[in-house]
């Protein structure tokens, strides 16, 4: 960051019209759009809601009823959501063009999508009692998100669909809550025909991420470095990087790198074009609290609940002296699994010890080359993985 900083002073001191840093790409007209714009702006329907959970957050979603493909057969179609992972959003699913981009091609073959937010991030960030200025606010890591966000967010799309069931694909996060969610409400499980998991995340024992450099920073001084709020918000400097600094050509990888730091690299698998749309709404925002978790997580290999480091606390929150493990062979929901060879962040040996843990696992598929990004954003990401997902929801209807 402050490598970029010192470039985007140097570019303002010798003047950002010459071209200095070489030839000036075209900006991407959905760096300023927010979701419903995007999907917009490609032609296809769009439609806003907002969820309210039972502890009062508020949470934008978002819908295509419908693609552009058999787009005047406007029935009911199938339901699928689509949860991001952390530190992003529902933006994540659209930012590439529409032939690479997994909520449109689900809408053109025939679904009607759902884009799901998870608290803090720019989209979901109201609360019914706390303001975000509030300690309040960011008292919440991925266990309140798999406990309240997932299930309302299920329950209203179900409820104002007037459907039972859906299809779920989450990436990376959005996996994680999906494993605690279905694995500890069988009621919303029976919601969920398939569960697509890309770059699915439990444990993080073995990887070689950034939070495995954060995990070593003590409590006391996590919290002095990084508060008890947000962390790592999206604001108006971002947009700036990648709309001033990251569309010069010399830049985009020193820029690629920053945002691949903790994920890995594939840097022949990423549309360098798009890369200005990737960084103007990445990072989405998320709490210190879950970033936290995540270090916790790092620091013992195990998939639990927040620990709050006091025995006292762990009883108010947990009825017992230390955070509850999260069993994820009791979820019965059908699943699907690709994960990457290359991926920092969901390490293939983490992944390896997840698999044997589900029990109704119907495929499998690592993808060597891949990073944690790679599939979100890999330009043959419809080959290698969502020409499959739609096959196996043709495959699983009921």
């Not at 949860?83 to 699913?93: D, E, M, P």
């Not at 998991?197 to 990084?226: C, D, E, H, Q």
């Amino acid at each position: 960051m402050w490598l970029l900083l010192t470039v985007a002073s140097l570019i303002s001191t010798l003047g950002t019209t010459h071209g200095f840093f070489g030839k000036l790409t075209p900006e991407s007209p959905e760096v300023t759009m927010n979701i419903s714009q995007i999907i917009s702006y490609w032609g296809y329907p769009s439609e806003e809601y907002e969820v309210v959970t039972e502890d009062g957050y508020i949470l934008g979603i978002n819908r295509i009823p419908y693609g552009k493909k058999n787009s005047k057969n406007r029935g009911q179609r199938p339901l699928v959501l689509l949860q991001h992972g952390l530190l992003t959003s529902a933006t994540n699913w659209i930012s590439n063009l529409p032939n690479n981009s997994l909520a449109f091609l689900l809408a053109d073959a025939g679904y009607d999508v759902w884009l799901g937010n998870s608290r803090g991030n720019i989209w979901a960030r109201r609360n019914l009692y706390y303001s975000p200025d509030s300690v309040e606010f960011w008292a919440f890591s991925f266990d309140e998100m798999a406990k309240y966000d997932l299930p309302s967010t299920i329950n209203f799309v179900v409820k104002n669909t007037g459907q039972e069931k859906l299809h779920y694909i989450g990436h990376s996060q959005g996996t994680t809550i999906g494993f605690i969610a279905f694995s500890t409400n069988p009621k919303l499980a029976k919601r969920i025909k398939t569960f697509h998991a890309l770059a699915p995340v439990a444990t993080v024992k073995y990887t070689k991420s950034l939070l495995n450099k954060l995990a070593l920073i003590p409590t006391f001084l996590f919290k002095i470095i990084f508060g008890n709020k947000i962390f790592y918000p999206h604001h108006f400097f971002d947009e700036f990087l990648a709309t001033e600094v990251c569309t010069r050509e010399m830049l985009n990888h020193i820029c690629s790198n920053v945002l691949f730091i903790i994920c890995g690299f594939d840097y022949n698998n990423l549309n360098m074009s798009r890369l200005d749309v990737y960084l103007s709404h990445n990072p989405a925002g998320t709490s210190v609290q879950n970033v936290f978790h995540w270090t916790q997580a790092g620091k013992s290999g195990k998939f639990q609940a927040f620990d709050w480091e006091s025995p006292i606390q762990n009883m108010m929150h947990y009825n017992q002296p230390t955070p509850p493990y999260y069993n994820v062979t009791a979820m019965n929901v059908p699943i699907a699994v690709w994960n990457g060879g290359n991926d920092w962040l969901a390490d293939p040996q983490d992944v390896d010890l997840l698999l044997p843990k589900f029990s109704n696992l119907i495929y499998h598929k690592k993808i060597l080359p891949y990073n944690h990004l790679d599939f979100i954003w890999a330009m043959n990401a419809p080959q290698e993985i969502y020409n499959e997902i739609i096959s196996i929801m043709a495959e699983h209807k009921n």
